[in-house]
């Protein structure tokens, strides 16, 4: 009786929380999840090519969202880790509007009136880091070198922790989106 009661238990855990993360899941992880919202932001057609940098810039700053500290308490930042300063960015520079505009339209989301802790789920966070992205004038280069001194100068920047170096290293060893293709 006591094992049936038990294995029950675990059952009716697991059927509520043994669901996929999906991009709408508040504290969502995984390189599925990663590639699910990086697909839906190409899908909206407004930003160019970013070359593997919004998969690689996930795997970077939280594993995809599976390194510890990726949803600590206080901080909303989500799988891009999105400081509350960059996100206020997002919503508040009106050279941002035509991809506020397509935002709404096809993912009816009204991004000026979401709020810091929507970045928890996956899609906000990754709508928020390709926000801050295309205010920058200088587009997303290609190689992973130069994606590295990119993300240091203009994401990650002076104040964060990371490195250039930390970043190559990182992606070398990345799996999933961010991946770089296998030389053979």
């Known amino acids: 009786m006591l094992l049936t009661v038990i294995v029950f238990g675990v059952l009716a855990h697991c059927f509520s929380s043994c669901e996929a993360d999906t991009p709408y899941t508040p ?107 295309a205010r920058i004038p200088a587009p997303i280069p290609a190689d992973v070198k130069s994606q590295a001194l990119y993300w240091k100068e203009y994401y990650n920047t002076s104040a964060g922790k990371g490195t250039v170096q930390k970043f190559i290293s990182d992606v070398r060893q990345a799996r999933g989106c961010a991946a770089q293709p296998q030389r053979g």
């Open 27 to 133: 504290k969502g992880k995984g390189s599925d999840v990663v590639a699910d919202v990086v697909q839906m932001i190409s899908d909206l057609d407004i930003f160019p090519t970013d070359h593997k940098f919004l998969c690689r810039v996930a795997w970077v700053e939280s594993k995809y969202g599976t390194a510890s500290g990726t949803y600590r308490r206080f901080y909303y930042g989500g799988i891009w880790q999105v400081d509350f300063i960059g996100y206020r960015e997002t919503v508040t520079q009106q050279g941002l509007r035509k991809y506020w505009d397509r935002i709404r339209e096809r993912l009816h989301i009204d991004w000026q009136k979401t709020s810091w802790s929507d970045l928890q789920k996956p899609l906000y966070s990754g709508l928020a880091a390709r926000l801050f992205l």
